[in-house]
């Protein structure tokens, strides 16, 4: 779990721009490697304590392999209640 708040919001726009990037057609293969660069750059920027990294990654992955979010949802229909 995620504690901190800078880790929080890199968390935050990761997974915006997973589901973004998704929606636009990227699949599995194509957001595992905009991970890898998104990670690579905080490592490189250190803008983060690596344990915050470490956990980042961990988490952002376990978001990746959930299939629930990336379901597209099906509007409801308007129903005239008269």
Do not use: C, K
């Amino acid at each position: 779990m995620l504690q901190d708040a800078p880790t929080i919001r890199y968390y935050q726009r990761l997974t915006d721009a997973l589901i973004e990037h998704w929606n636009r057609g990227y699949r599995y293969d194509d957001l595992r490697m905009y991970i890898e660069g998104y990670i690579a750059s905080l490592r490189h920027s250190s803008v983060l304590e690596p344990f915050q990294i470490h956990r980042l990654e961990e988490e952002i992955t376990r978001f990746l392999y959930d299939r629930s979010n990336f379901e597209m949802t099906m509007p409801e229909p308007d129903r005239d209640y008269r």
